[in-house]
């Protein structure tokens, strides 16, 4: 069964950089059968892709965030991380992150539970 | 980036209903459509990928049709666990895109 679990800090100052991570358990991450998603939720409001990586191809990002986020994988830890830059009370939310099935299904069949990160000084 | 519309945003309806929620694409995307149920405080679920195929222990109620631009989700009879928030999903390119959501509610 594929668990991910996220973590990092819940509160970040504008300006700063949030960082998050999350950790794969019964899946391999280093798999070119998947990518490595992350989503967030404002409270109240809907989903948004933020981004993603493959082993087998490049990192994709959402254009809304222009090039403020990066996307990496450790495969020695079996986890991966997103990083925002300069954020801003916008970037306000639950992020999520969820393996892809590349190159079959293309959904996002295994999701973590969330984290809330909120922007406040 | 494609736009998903769906409706209605919310749809009251009662145990045992049939309930029909409807996702637009702004542009073809064959069958690369997913269907999503959040319930409150939880992270999304996958109900159905690739427009049709019902995720494993998903229950057989919920079916999904459609290609191109036109997709429904449908659940047939109403069990009290699918009061839920549900949305589509686009993955036929990135930035993938999700609808706005359904609020399925109580009548």
């Known amino acids: 069964q594929v668990q991910l679990q996220e973590s990092g800090p819940g509160l970040v100052k504008p300006s700063q950089t949030l960082s998050l991570t999350c950790t794969v358990s019964g899946a391999s991450i280093s798999s070119e059968n998947y990518c490595w998603n992350w989503i967030r939720q404002p409270a109240g409001k809907g989903l948004e892709w933020v981004g993603r990586?493959?082993?087998?191809?490049?990192?994709n990002y959402n254009p809304s965030l222009k090039s403020r986020v990066a996307i990496s994988l450790d495969t020695s830890k079996t986890q991966f991380s997103l990083r925002v830059t300069s954020v801003t009370a916008a970037d306000t939310a639950v992020y999520y992150c969820?393996?892809?099935?590349?190159?079959?299904?293309?959904?996002?069949?295994?999701w973590g539970q969330g984290t809330l990160v909120t922007v406040s000084s | 980036d494609i736009q998903m519309t769906q409706s209605p945003s919310s749809l009251p309806a009662s145990v045992g209903d049939r309930v029909t929620i409807t996702c637009r694409a702004s542009?073809?995307?064959?069958?690369?459509l997913n269907w999503f149920q959040q319930k409150p405080g939880k992270a999304p679920k996958l109900l159905i990928y690739t427009a049709s195929t019902l995720q494993s222990a998903v229950p057989s109620r919920f079916s999904g049709s459609g290609s191109g631009t036109d997709f429904t989700l449908t659940i047939s009879s109403l069990h009290p666990e699918d009061f839920a928030t549900y949305y589509c999903?686009?993955?036929?390119?990135?930035?993938?895109?999700f609808g706005r959501g359904t609020r399925l509610e109580i009548k």
């Open positions: 990586t493959c082993v087998r191809g490049s990192s």
């Open positions: 542009q073809s995307i064959s069958n690369y």
């Open positions: 999903q686009q993955s036929y390119m990135t930035p993938y895109t």
């Open positions: 969820a393996k892809e099935d590349y190159g079959g299904a293309w959904c996002l069949d295994s």
